[in-house]
C-alpha cells in the first residue's frame, strides 16, 4: 500500500518555539502539499513542491516556511509558533506531471493535530 | 479564481435513506471537480471525480455525483446511507489559471443515525 506518513499526531508545543513537521511519503513522488485543515474553514494550502529543493507559497503562507532537501520528504517549519497557528495540518503527494493531481487525486497523510500553547 | 460552496456544514440522515451533499462551484474554465471523504483521524481520500468525460460520476462506496454546467452545481448522493458513511465530505474544483491544484469547500460532515 502507498503511504503518506506524517511523524506525529499529535504535538503540544509552547509559544514562540520552532516546530517542525514532517512528512515522508513512499511512492516516488514528486510533488508534495501542505494544508492546514480548520473547522469551517476546509483545506486551506500553505505550500507545495514540485521537485527537491522547489517551493512555492499557497494561499496562506505566512508564519511558515518548508524544506524540501530529500524526494521523499517535505518538512513544514513554524519558525516561531503562535496559538493561532492551533490546527490540523496535512500532507498529501501526487505523481508529475501536476496534472496528476486531476487524474489519480491526492494521497493523505492522516494528519498532525498541533496545539500551541 | 475558483471556489467551491457546500451548503450545510452538517446533514443528518437516518440509516437507510437517501444522502445529498450539495457543492457548487464558479470557474472561469471548464472546472475538474472532485469530492473527497474524510473518516475519523484520517486523511482524506478520493471519491470521485469529474474530468469532463460522462457528467454522471460513480465512486466508490456507492457514491455518485452528477455534473450540471447550467446550474454549476457538483452534487454528491448515494441512494441508501450506512452508518459506516459517518465522515466529512468536501467537494474541490482546479483548472482555472492553468492551476490543476484544487481549491477546497469548507466540508459538510454527514451524520447517520440508526
Known amino acids: 500500500d502507498v503511504k503518506v506518513t506524517q511523524s506525529s499526531r499529535y504535538l503540544v508545543k509552547r509559544t514562540g518555539e520552532k516546530v517542525f513537521l514532517e512528512c515522508v511519503q513512499d511512492?516516488?513522488?514528486?510533488?508534495m502539499f501542505w494544508y492546514r485543515q480548520d473547522p469551517g474553514l476546509g483545506l486551506r494550502l500553505i505550500y507545495f513542491?514540485?521537485?527537491?529543493?522547489?517551493?512555492e507559497k499557497g494561499d496562506i503562507p505566512e508564519g511558515y516556511s518548508v524544506s524540501r532537501e530529500k524526494k521523499e520528504r517535505f518538512s513544514l517549519i513554524l519558525e516561531s509558533a503562535s496559538t493561532n497557528q492551533t490546527s490540523m495540518y496535512l500532507c498529501?503527494?501526487?505523481?508529475?506531471?501536476?496534472?496528476?493531481?486531476?487524474?489519480?487525486?491526492?494521497?493523505f497523510g492522516s494528519g498532525t493535530r498541533l496545539t500551541v500553547v | 479564481a475558483q471556489s467551491v460552496t457546500q451548503l450545510g456544514s452538517h446533514v443528518s440522515v437516518s440509516e437507510g435513506a437517501l444522502v445529498l451533499l450539495r457543492c457548487n462551484y464558479s470557474?472561469?474554465?471548464?472546472?475538474?471537480l472532485f469530492w473527497y471523504v474524510q473518516y475519523p483521524n484520517q486523511g482524506l481520500q478520493l471519491l470521485l471525480k469529474?474530468?469532463?468525460?460522462?457528467?454522471l460520476v460513480k465512486g466508490i462506496n456507492g457514491f455518485e455525483a452528477e455534473f450540471k454546467k447550467s446550474e454549476t452545481s457538483f452534487h454528491l448522493t448515494k441512494p441508501s446511507a450506512h452508518m459506516s458513511d459517518a465522515a466529512e465530505y468536501f467537494c474541490?474544483?482546479?483548472?482555472?489559471?492553468?492551476?490543476?491544484?484544487?481549491?477546497f469547500g469548507r466540508g459538510t460532515s454527514l451524520i447517520v443515525h440508526p
Open positions: 498529501a503527494s501526487t505523481s508529475r506531471p501536476s496534472r496528476a493531481v486531476v487524474n489519480y487525486g491526492y494521497t
Open positions: 511512492m516516488d513522488h514528486e510533488n
Open positions: 513542491s514540485y521537485d527537491v529543493k522547489m517551493k
Open positions: 470557474s472561469s474554465v471548464p472546472p475538474y
Open positions: 469529474y474530468t469532463s468525460a460522462a457528467t
Open positions: 474541490a474544483v482546479s483548472g482555472s489559471g492553468g492551476s490543476y491544484i484544487p481549491t
